[in-house]
């Protein structure tokens, strides 16, 4: 049940962001649409998981494979290289951000909301005992991990109603202004 929640949490989220998409400024130097594009496909990309379990088919696909090798014993070091190499990926996504136009505020949140939902399903799919732990550590019915990205998607479509306000109050004043 929570997982069509979810999935139906991170559609409604998808089709937010390409309204916002539509909604934003088109003239040239209107900054970030493509971050709303970015974000619909990430809310879509997570949709997708969601619906058709990949996380699930993924670690029991890798499973088979380690022990197959008789390598699942140091899947460990493979875990933490893999981890590296995202948290690398990271560090290079935001270091190309800071040779962009400045962005308001809003929309500066849901970049970085977004970029650490991004990161919170690399640290899922690396699948760290000890991080584990504390990812599915149970809050009554739910686990820390729903928390943390229901939480991280209000967060980004709050942001994005805030945006879509400071829009529509942008056309008013132009057409008063006239």
């Known amino acids: 049940m929570l997982m069509i929640a979810g999935c139906m949490g ?4 998808c089709v937010v962001m390409l309204f916002a998409w539509r909604q934003a400024p088109r003239h040239r130097r209107a ?7 970015f974000q619909a496909l990430l809310f879509a990309a997570l949709a997708v998981e969601k619906a058709l379990h990949l996380d699930e088919r993924v670690d029991n696909a890798m499973r088979v494979i380690a022990n197959m090798n008789d390598s699942y014993g140091a899947r460990r070091e493979l875990q933490v290289a893999i981890l590296v190499l995202a948290v690398f990926g990271l560090v290079l996504i935001v270091r190309g951000w800071q040779n962009r136009r400045r962005l308001p505020a ?7 909301l977004g970029l650490m939902l991004l990161g919170l399903d690399a640290i899922r799919a690396v699948s760290l005992h000890q991080i584990d732990e504390i990812l599915f550590a149970s ?11 229901g939480g991280l998607t209000a967060l980004i479509l709050l942001n994005t109603v805030s945006c879509l306000r400071a829009w529509r109050e942008m056309a008013r004043n132009s057409i008063r202004s006239t």
Do not use: T
Request: no cysteine; net charge positive; hydrophobic share 50%.
């Open 106 to 112: 809003a929309m500066r949140r849901i970049r970085w």
């Open 10 to 13: 991170d559609v409604f989220a």
């Open 139 to 149: 809050v009554g019915r739910l686990h820390v991990n729903h928390l943390l990205e």
């Open 31 to 37: 900054p970030g649409r493509r971050l709303w594009l």
